[in-house]
């Protein structure tokens, strides 16, 4: 395994602001990240109280079912004890969702390890599970590669209903059929007989959507110590109790300020992330296990369809009382997290970095601060069926991400065309429509009104040549199918529909190919938040 390191070409402004330690992006964070933050950060935590007694107890009771390494179980007694939290977080996936849900919980590991280090404090790992996002069209699908092009695999089962993914039941005969597709498409290795045994092992012993991606993490990052919660757990939820009464109490400033400041983040050039607007409560109500979003209106709060009308008193006893009624969005899920647990640090992507720039006077508000923002890892994996080809075209990844494979590909394309042909149809063309040209001026001269059907001919002919060239062309390029598909595979691997491959492609596309020691091996290269991308030869 091979560690190259690079800075892309700007795909997120944000972001690359954010690297830049004299940007006034950090106006709108508590932190610039560098040691000096984390070490302040770690000193204001000491001047807080939080139950992490009873949250390492919560967090046990959701584990316990998909099993507790030593690590995990260590963690959990840190914790206890009052250890610092690095966060990351995911909606529930399939497959474990895109590779950037791994690079997070890699990125939260490797950090929570190098800040206990430098710190010289007990530091733990804590992946946070959007189990109550309801948008499964997000997270019902994966992508591979078939035949050296972009396959999109999708999980068939439908709802119509906003169910979050926590309570939506998996059609396990449907994901089995979806999982073997996938892996169908991974191809016979060494290793694929017991990694998807063990896939679907899981599957079977999954009810929901959260429970299948759990499973998966928990046996991929358990020997790591990796920490997990789904935001919708009904104990979590009771333990949130208060912390949703505090945001309630203070609901329409919260909205208030978070449209401020986005508005200020929009004069600074970096957009309306979140398109805050006043009137949003910014919580969702959950009823039959669906989620409708909260907005005040007439002194009421109601969702858009007006089935749900609550006084403020009313959210508040539902706040003390059921609070498993209540979700979070992206404004008030950080500020939970915040009041939660005792977060050094959040390890986001370029989205949540985003809208974490709009957060800062809602958390101050509440009297809170804003952990430091850790931006994850950029990962992309070269496997051993592209490196040769790398090589062969004299490219680097970086070409590749450039474009300059297409290129090469086109430039290809062009050169193996038979002119010869093409000049040969072209000119038979020009032939046929000089004849109809005759013969329309004879049809004239006799009088005889027949422009439209003629017209109707040509148009006919016309197409025909076009097809006869089509099909031309796919003969020539038939018989250059290796090179081609060779180039579409650098392209499909690397930088698939002119994105990053962290975007599209699931871990087991590469567990597959490698074997289950795979991701101890990523975590042992020890890569730290920056703004490289790493590119890793496998």
């Not at 079977?204 to 020997?223: G, P, V, W």
């Not at 706040?319 to 950080?334: F, G, H, I, M, Y």
């Not at 199918?481 to 962290?502: A, C, G, R, S, Y």
């Amino acid at each position: 395994m091979k560690l190259e390191q690079n800075v892309l070409p700007v795909q997120n402004k944000i972001l690359a602001q954010y690297w830049d330690k004299q940007s006034t992006i950090h106006n709108f964070f508590d932190y610039v990240y560098s040691d000096d933050a984390f070490h302040a950060r770690a000193q204001y935590l000491t001047t807080k109280t939080y139950d992490t007694a009873q949250l390492s107890k919560i967090i046990q009771l959701y584990m316990t079912p998909f099993g507790l390494s030593e690590a995990c179980e260590r963690h959990l007694k840190e914790l206890a004890e009052g250890a610092y939290v690095i966060v990351g977080g995911q909606q529930a996936g399939v497959l474990t969702g895109p590779l950037y849900s791994v690079h997070k919980a890699i990125s939260v590991i490797l950090l929570a390890r190098q800040q206990r280090e430098k710190l010289g404090k007990k530091v733990i790992p804590l992946f946070w599970i959007a189990g109550e996002d309801h948008d499964l069209e997000e997270i019902n699908h994966t992508y591979t590669t078939v035949d050296a092009t972009l396959k999109k695999r999708v999980y068939k089962e439908r709802s119509k209903r906003k169910t979050m993914a926590s309570t939506t039941a998996i059609n396990k005969e449907e994901m089995e059929s979806f999982v073997r597709t996938v892996f169908a498409d991974f191809g016979e290795s060494e290793y694929t007989k017991d990694l998807l045994h063990n896939v679907l092992t899981h599957l079977h012993a999954s009810d929901t959507f959260t429970d299948f991606f759990t499973a998966l993490m928990n046996e991929l990052f358990a020997k790591y110590g990796l920490l997990m919660l789904d935001a919708a757990f009904p104990a979590f939820r009771q333990y949130e109790a208060d912390f949703f009464v505090r945001l309630i109490e203070h609901n329409e400033e919260i909205a208030q300020v978070v449209v401020a400041q986005e508005e200020a983040f929009n004069q600074a050039g970096y957009g309306k992330p979140i398109e805050a607007v006043a009137s949003n409560a910014n919580l969702f109500f959950v009823q039959g296990g669906e989620r409708f979003l909260l907005e005040r209106k007439d002194g009421y709060y109601t969702n858009a369809l007006g089935s749900i009308k609550l006084t403020k008193e009313q959210l508040l006893e539902v706040a003390r009382q059921t609070p498993e009624k209540l979700s979070n969005n992206v404004v008030t899920r950080p500020l939970m997290q915040e009041m939660t647990m005792p977060v050094l640090a959040f390890v986001g992507g370029p989205g949540e970095l985003a809208y974490w720039a709009t957060l800062k006077p809602a958390f101050s508000l509440l009297h809170l601060q804003m952990p430091v923002f850790a931006p994850r890892l950029n990962i992309t994996l070269v496997p051993r069926t592209v490196q040769p080809l790398l090589a062969q075209n004299e490219l680097t990844v970086l070409d590749v991400m450039k474009g300059k494979a297409e290129q090469l590909k086109n430039r290809f394309i062009e050169e193996v065309q038979d002119e010869n042909a093409k000049e040969k149809l072209a000119e038979m063309q020009r032939n046929l429509l000089a004849q109809y040209n005759e013969l329309e001026q004879h049809l004239r001269e006799q009088q005889l009104d027949l422009n439209n059907i003629i017209e109707k001919n040509k148009q006919y002919h016309c197409r025909q040549f076009d097809y006869l060239a089509a099909k031309i062309g796919q003969e020539i390029l038939g018989k250059h199918d290796v090179k081609i598909k060779q180039f579409n595979l650098m392209i499909t691997e690397l930088f698939p529909n002119q994105n990053l491959q962290e975007r599209y492609f699931n871990p087991y596309q590469y567990l597959n190919l490698y074997g289950p020691t795979l991701v101890g091996s990523l975590i042992e290269l020890d890569l730290v938040p920056s703004d490289q991308h790493n590119y890793i030869t496998l």
